[in-house]
């Protein structure tokens, strides 16, 4: 069956790095691209940015840019989500998700389990 | 950027009730939305995407209405599973964004 299966949960200290992977089965991993979306304790669904497999081109959101880079191994089917100069305020559940590249988008339709990250000194 | 606004952020119906969220576009989206399910404790789920077309495997009590800048999500008629968060999301370019989400619970 289709699955994203993502890594496990990180404590890291503020200013670190966190690169959280998301490994694809079940279908031709560069059919699709990979959004990646996070979720702060008891907040909603912030969209981190997306990465197409196929071409490896990336989209992300202003907030993040230049602290994080999103990237992809074809030969094992993996996304990975790397997040750097880490806050307090990026304490939160990562999910990866699977998305047609665009113009073929129509939702993130295949959801990774969630990693949970952790600041904090 | 554009923004999205869900109303309301949270409503209380009982089981048989129909239910109707909105999500309106600070800038016209023409049908390039798309609604999530949430609930407590779980991973998302593509609800209705095209604003008006079913995912497939939901259940036919949801639909999805609108373009521009306005849209609804509806239940027809509120089942206890239904309690959940749910999100609007705008994908009519590559920068894609949520809206506040609403909860609904069950009364």
């Known amino acids: 069956q289709v699955q994203l299966v993502q890594s496990g949960a990180e404590v890291k200290k503020p200013g670190a790095s966190v690169k959280v992977s998301c490994k694809a089965s079940?279908?031709?991993?560069?059919?699709?691209?990979i959004s990646w979306v996070r979720q702060a304790p008891g907040q909603g669904l912030e969209w981190m940015g997306w990465?197409?497999?196929?071409?490896?081109?990336?989209n992300y959101a202003q907030k993040l840019q230049g602290r994080v880079t999103m990237t992809t191994d074809t030969s094992t089917s993996t996304a990975y989500m790397e997040l750097r100069s880490l806050r307090s305020d990026d304490t939160a559940v990562y999910y990866c998700?699977?998305?047609?590249?665009?113009?073929?988008?129509?939702?993130?339709?295949?959801w990774g389990q969630g990693t949970t990250v952790t600041v904090s000194s | 950027d554009i923004q999205m606004t869900q109303s309301p952020s949270s409503l209380s119906a009982s089981v048989g009730d129909r239910v109707t969220i909105t999500c309106r576009a600070s800038?016209?989206?023409?049908?390039?939305l798309a609604w999530y399910q949430q609930k407590p404790g779980k991973v998302p789920k593509l609800l209705i995407y095209?604003?008006?077309t079913l995912q497939s495997g939901v259940p036919s009590r949801f639909s999805g209405s609108g373009s521009g800048t306005d849209f609804t999500l509806t239940i027809s008629s509120l089942q206890p599973e239904d309690v959940a968060t749910y999100y609007c999301?705008?994908?009519?370019?590559?920068?894609?964004?949520f809206g506040g989400g609403t909860k609904v619970e069950i009364k």
């Open positions: 998700a699977r998305a047609a590249d665009f113009p073929y988008y129509y939702g993130m339709d295949v």
């Open positions: 079940g279908y031709t991993f560069t059919s699709y691209g």
């Open positions: 990465i197409s497999a196929y071409n490896g081109n990336t």
């Open positions: 800038q016209g989206i023409s049908n390039y």
């Open positions: 095209a604003a008006s």
């Open positions: 999301q705008k994908y009519n370019s590559a920068l894609l964004t």
